[in-house]
């Protein structure tokens, strides 16, 4: 378990990996990736509980995460190798030919921690739900997560599964939702509203917790510590998780510029002038 | 020739439920999804046999294959079942990621297949599943001939590990292969010996060839029938072996032309043994409204149909 203090300097550390590894690739999806460091730092070091040494694919005994936004790999990979999935050094692997870092999360490449590919949206919460059902039926107590873009919840899987995990009671699953309120195209005000996401979400039979700030880490180690303890108690539990796309670089900050696109050579150090070496870079 | 006996016409679908109901008794890691269709797709027994082991996942065919991908993570060996159409071309991107790149021992069991699916019409008559399954990595499909062999084929697909589409249809036709005699993943079935032309075929079309082969028969060619219940892993060797020695084939499917079973024998003779061939199929266009004997007839899906097909391709040996 790691303090406040620690959990930041490990965030931190991933956003430099993060930028440092798209600018690299020359592609990937930063603003995602930066905006959720804190939530995934801090689900890989505190709020899960899981081992990498004896990571296995059913997971048995393991909580079990998803993320369904599958194009975030840059945090992805960051905070498992941060975690000790796999070798720091193989970030610089990131979208090169033959490597494990696959540009979305892929198991045929067999990097460990990956359970299940991602990147056509829309469809991890479904399998969340299906790990969740597959834990009660198997008498495994450990939770799973899911991880979905506010984007995301505009593809129709998305609301089958959210009325599925409702009515079904399915309450060792624990979602939650990069509220960032950015998409490709533009603002998801302007793109597809989601309206009011929290009490469309209470009217499908789902408990939900707001974290105000997802760029807090105190805010979100409370926050999940709270949605932990809603776990068992006969519904589903969805964080509201309010991030900001592209957090930790001023000038990458509340747009959704960089989205898909990435830091130029150029830009790079600036951007990393803002980011203390807090690990040591890959 | 060899003589086949429809012991009783039954339904395809029905012998899947059986099979299913016997894997849960053999495997207490099987569980099986539906979606509101559970006694269309006659999982309704297994359903009843292991309620804890099924999961009603409503109207929601895209959410049902994440949820089955996902207990597949847990050791469990899902079989989900709905109308071939939804359970296919519906949610192929959903097969696409979480069951075949994922490599998950998902079972996709697709009845109501074909044009023999009758009166509900296009909607709901596929005729595209074999081309939409097969041309996906890792994926295995199977399309059983018989009530028998689809019991069969349901009970290998549990022992098989990885992804795996199995085709059944809705309507009741003759059942005719041994009962219990085991499934060969992968294997051709030889069902007549030939040495004139090859007749391959799946599915419902197994029958017709087998009754073309009959009256082929009286007229003095010998036809060898071969049951392609495995369109992938195709069976190439059986093929070009039986190509080879007749020298003249002839595909027959409940499918389109496009894609299906006939496209795979297609490629491996052209691979291996370039051979004088024609289709028994559906060319380029939907289906309709009607009795399945109405469809299958209208369709040119009949024994009658493949004995004219067999004729043309010996003229051109």
Redesign the interface.
Same mark, same amino acid.
Do not use: H, W
């Given at each position: 378990m790691k303090t406040i203090q620690e959990l930041q300097k490990i965030a931190t550390q991933v956003r430099r990996d993060i930028l440092r590894m798209t600018t690299a690739a020359k592609s990937g999806h930063p603003g995602g990736s930066l905006g959720t460091a804190d939530w995934m730092t801090a689900m890989q070091f505190n709020i899960m509980k899981h081992d990498p040494a004896t990571f296995t694919?059913?997971?048995?005994g393991q909580d079990?995460l998803f993320v369904s936004q599958g194009h975030i790999t840059p945090v992805i990979y960051s905070t498992m190798a941060r975690r000790g999935f796999f070798p720091v050094d193989e970030l610089r692997t990131f979208r090169l030919f033959g490597t494990r870092l696959q540009g979305h999360p $892929?198991?045929?490449h067999g990097l460990p921690g990956i359970?299940?590919? $991602? @990147? $056509?949206l829309?469809?991890?919460?479904?399998?969340?739900? @299906? +790990? +969740?059902? @597959?834990?009660k039926?198997?008498g495994?107590d450990s939770l799973v997560y899911t991880l979905h873009g506010d984007g995301e919840l505009q593809e129709?899987?998305i609301w089958? +599964?959210v009325?599925?995990a409702g +009515?079904k009671h399915v309450d060792n699953l624990i979602s939650t939702i990069d509220y960032n309120h950015q998409q490709i195209d533009g603002t998801t005000a302007e793109v597809m509203d989601l309206g009011d996401l929290k009490a469309k979400l209470e009217s499908f039979a789902w408990t939900v917790v707001v974290i105000a700030n997802g760029n807090d880490m105190q805010q979100v180690i409370d926050g999940m510590a709270k949605a932990k303890s809603l776990a068992g108690k006969g519904s589903p539990v969805a964080v509201i998780l309010t991030t900001e796309m592209g957090y930790g670089v001023d000038f990458m900050q509340g747009t959704n510029k960089y989205h898909g696109a990435v830091l130029s050579a150029d830009d790079l150090p600036k951007a990393l002038a803002q980011l203390e070496e807090t690990l040591g870079d890959f | 020739m060899k003589q086949y006996e429809n012991k009783k016409s039954m339904e395809l679908r029905a012998g899947f439920g059986m099979g299913l109901v016997e894997a849960g008794q053999q495997n207490p890691d099987v569980?099986a999804l539906s979606a509101d269709v559970c006694g269309s797709v006659k999982i309704n027994d297994f359903a009843k046999a292991f309620p =804890?082991?099924f999961?009603q996942?409503?109207i929601?065919e895209?959410?049902?294959?994440?949820?089955?991908?996902?207990?597949?993570?847990?050791?469990?060996v899902?079989f989900l079942g709905g109308f071939a159409e939804f359970v296919t071309g519906r949610v192929y =991107?959903?097969i696409?990621?979480?069951v075949c790149?994922?490599?998950?021992n998902v079972k996709i069991c697709g009845s109501h297949a074909g044009i023999s699916l009758g009166e509900d019409g296009a909607t709901h008559q596929t005729m595209e599943d074999i081309a939409l399954m097969k041309v996906l990595p890792n994926m295995t499909v199977l399309v059983p001939c018989d009530y028998n062999q689809a019991k069969a084929a349901t009970l290998a697909a549990a022992k098989y590990v990885g992804p795996v589409y199995l085709r059944l249809g809705r309507s009741k036709m003759p059942n005719f292969t041994e009962e219990g005699a085991p499934f060969e993943i992968g294997k051709a079935q030889l069902l007549n010996e030939g040495s004139d032309v090859s007749i391959f075929a799946c599915g419902h079309l197994v029958w017709e060839a087998l009754e073309a082969a009959k009256a082929l028969e009286a007229e003095g060619i010998h036809a060898e029938v071969i049951n392609i219940h495995t369109i992938k892993p195709f069976d190439a060797d059986a093929v070009v072996a039986s190509a080879r020695k007749t020298g003249a084939v002839v595909t027959c499917e409940e499918h389109l032309f496009n894609g299906g079973l006939g496209d795979s024998v297609a490629q491996a003779l052209a691979l291996c043994c370039p051979t004088p061939m024609e289709y028994v199929a559906v060319d380029d266009r939907f289906g309709e409204s009607g009795t399945p004997d109405e469809m299958l007839t209208n369709y040119g899906l009949r024994a009658s149909n493949i004995v004219e097909k067999v004729h043309a391709v010996l003229k051109r040996k």
């Open positions: 694919m059913d997971g048995k079990m $892929s198991t045929e359970r299940m590919a $991602s @990147g $056509s829309g469809q991890g919460l479904s399998v969340g739900i @299906g +790990a +969740a059902v @597959g834990k039926m198997t495994d129709g899987q089958e +599964a009325m599925f +009515a | 569980v =804890d082991r999961v996942c409503g929601a895209a959410n049902m294959v994440g949820i089955a991908a996902g207990l597949s993570l847990c050791g469990k899902p =991107d959903q696409r990621q979480v790149y994922s490599n998950k």
